[in-house]
């Protein structure tokens, strides 16, 4: 309705124009050389306006005509851009559905029409890859790379297949040219980290740790590698700070500590360890200087009086106690500790020596000593430093399981 009036009043307005100027009157007079013509003013204004149309309808038609084969191109490249995006979503659901060959089949036909875009390439390098034809995409991922758009695509898909073939020296390399790229990605971050433990440089890998990841063993692996003794020395200290219960830091700062002159902070050091993670090796480190068996005992109570209750605490004091010949307080200590249900074989193998302690060569020593063998086997096994990937022992830390080679595994338990 709108259109149709404003129309009306176009016309209307034509109508008015065009009846003033028959109605303005008057003539226009053109001299040239002996010839003269004359035209009215409404008959020169209409030919200016047809000449105008008719000068103007002539340009126009001459673009049109030049541009055309451009326009031709334009309508053929857009026609190629639909049914290239068509390709490119049948080749995503062929890879999101596990149809490896449908895929590359779209990826190749969709290359051919809309040539090798990031998303493509990209594409075709996971289809390759799906196909197990790493050779293939590798040159797709690098072709990303030479991209200034999708540098850093291509260097990623690079690097992971640095790592899946262990060339740990090119995914050092390809890992500085993606940081390069796109400095502060925080997947680059993370793979940053876990190449690091890898290639066992413990310094970057503690660098790069995130929030979340354990920073004792990392600190403690860093300071292995130091040259520098102070430098060491921060380090020990800053795992010590990271985790006061992880016994290879609390043992390292104490010695630090001791071999400076400052035994009363070695000790405190020792204690909070104790009463943070009790471990056997902190507890002789503590006991080390004291050759007096009850003087022994009397270091033990004060090793272990901020965690009185712990399994290891009782056992401690019970080990001291026999070798004190304190054997009432040695059996007081065991029973507690077998009646809570945490003892493990050492418990009943110490029990074993206190039978013998008490009641020597008897037929009732040697019916108890039986019992607690028993006991002793079936009972839980005794906490070591154990592989959480493949399960092996070790005597003591390490950063990495000498069985499996996997970095940060080694626990206490």
Same mark, same amino acid.
């Not at 105008?52 to 049109?64: K, Y």
């Not at 659901?93 to 809309?114: C, I, M, P, Q, Y």
């Not at 154990?386 to 070790?394: E, N, T």
């Not at 003591?396 to 080694?410: D, F, L, Y």
């Given at each position: 309705?709108?259109?149709?009036?404003?129309?009306?009043?176009?016309c209307?307005v034509?109508?008015?124009?065009?009846?003033?100027?028959?109605?303005?009157g008057?003539?226009?007079?053109?001299r040239?050389?002996?010839y003269?013509?004359?035209?009215?003013?409404?008959?020169?204004?209409?030919?200016?306006?047809?000449?105008?149309?008719?000068?103007?309808?002539?340009?126009?038609?001459?673009?049109?005509?030049?541009?055309?084969?451009?326009? *031709?191109r334009?309508?053929?490249?857009?026609?190629?851009?639909?049914?290239g995006?068509?390709?490119?979503?049948?080749?995503?659901?062929?890879?999101?559905?596990?149809?490896?060959?449908?895929?590359?089949?779209?990826?190749?036909?969709?290359?051919?029409?809309?040539g090798?875009?990031?998303?493509?390439?990209?594409?075709?390098?996971?289809?390759e890859?799906?196909?197990?034809?790493? $050779?293939?995409?590798?040159?797709?991922?690098?072709?990303? *790379?030479?991209?200034?758009?999708?540098?850093?695509?291509?260097?990623?898909?690079?690097?992971?297949?640095?790592?899946?073939?262990?060339?740990?020296?090119?995914a050092?390399?390809?890992?500085?040219?993606?940081?390069?790229?796109?400095?502060?990605?925080?997947?680059?971050?993370?793979?940053?980290?876990?190449?690091?433990?890898?290639?066992?440089?413990?310094?970057?890998?503690l660098?790069?740790?995130?929030?979340?990841?354990?920073?004792?063993?990392?600190?403690?692996a *860093?300071?292995?590698?130091e040259?520098?003794?102070?430098r060491?020395?921060?380090?020990e200290?800053?795992?010590?700070?990271?985790?006061?219960?992880?016994?290879p830091?609390?043992l390292?700062?104490?010695?630090r500590?001791?071999?400076?002159?400052?035994?009363?902070k070695?000790?405190?050091?020792?204690?909070?360890?104790?009463?943070?993670?009790?471990?056997?090796?902190?507890?002789?480190?503590?006991?080390?200087?004291e050759?007096?068996?009850?003087?022994?005992?009397?270091?033990?109570?004060?090793?272990?009086?901020?965690?009185?209750?712990h399994?290891?605490?009782?056992?401690?004091?019970?080990?001291?106690s026999?070798?004190?010949?304190?054997?009432?307080?040695?059996r007081?200590?065991?029973?507690a500790?077998?009646?809570s249900?945490?003892?493990?074989?050492?418990?009943?193998?110490?029990?074993?020596?206190?039978?013998?302690?008490?009641?020597?060569?008897?037929?009732?020593?040697?019916?108890?000593?039986?019992?607690?063998?028993r006991?002793? $086997?079936?009972?839980?096994?005794?906490p070591?430093w154990?592989?959480?990937?493949?399960?092996?022992?070790?005597e003591?830390?390490?950063?990495?399981?000498?069985?499996?080679?996997?970095?940060?595994?080694?626990a206490?338990?």
């Open positions: 309705m709108r259109r149709a009036i404003w129309l009306l009043l176009i209307l034509t109508v008015g124009i065009a009846w003033g100027l028959m109605r303005l008057g003539h226009v007079e053109f040239v050389a002996d003269e013509v004359y035209v009215s003013l409404p008959v020169l204004l209409i030919i200016a306006v047809v000449s105008f149309l008719v000068l103007h309808g002539l340009i126009t038609g001459f673009r049109s005509l030049v541009n055309w084969p451009a326009r *031709a334009a309508r053929r490249a857009a026609r190629r851009r639909v049914r995006d068509a390709m490119l979503t049948r080749a995503l659901v062929s890879l999101a559905a596990g149809t490896t060959e449908a895929a590359r089949s779209e990826v190749r036909k969709a290359r051919d029409l809309l090798d875009t990031p998303q493509l390439l990209l594409l075709t390098a996971e289809a890859r799906m196909a197990g034809n790493e $050779t293939a995409a590798t040159e797709a991922f690098e072709a990303l *790379a030479k991209r200034d758009d999708a540098r850093f695509l291509g260097l990623r898909g690079l690097l992971r297949q640095a790592i899946q073939r262990q060339d740990w020296p090119a050092q390399q390809l890992a500085r040219e993606a940081e390069a790229a796109q400095p502060g990605a925080a997947w680059l971050r993370s793979e940053r980290a876990i190449l690091a433990q890898r290639t066992e440089d413990w310094r970057e890998a660098a790069l740790a995130s929030p979340e990841t354990p920073r004792a063993p990392l600190a403690m *860093a300071a292995s590698q040259p520098d003794p102070t060491t020395a921060e380090l200290k800053q795992a010590y700070q990271a985790d006061a219960g992880f016994a830091a609390v390292a700062h104490a010695a500590l001791a071999a400076n002159g400052n035994t009363r070695a000790r405190a050091a020792l204690e909070q360890g104790w009463a943070t993670q009790p471990h056997p090796q902190i507890a002789e480190a503590y006991l080390k200087d050759a007096e068996p009850l003087a022994r005992v009397k270091l033990a109570e004060t090793l272990v009086h901020k965690n009185r209750e399994p290891e605490s009782r056992l401690l004091l019970a080990r001291q026999l070798q004190a010949g304190l054997t009432g307080r040695a007081t200590e065991l029973e500790l077998t009646a249900g945490a003892a493990d074989a050492r418990a009943y193998l110490a029990l074993v020596e206190l039978e013998q302690l008490e009641q020597g060569d008897t037929a009732l020593a040697r019916a108890a000593e039986a019992k607690w063998l006991a002793a $086997t079936a009972a839980k096994p005794e070591r154990r592989c959480g990937q493949c399960g092996s022992i070790h003591s830390w390490k950063p990495v399981c000498s069985s499996c080679n996997t970095a940060g595994r080694i206490w338990g």
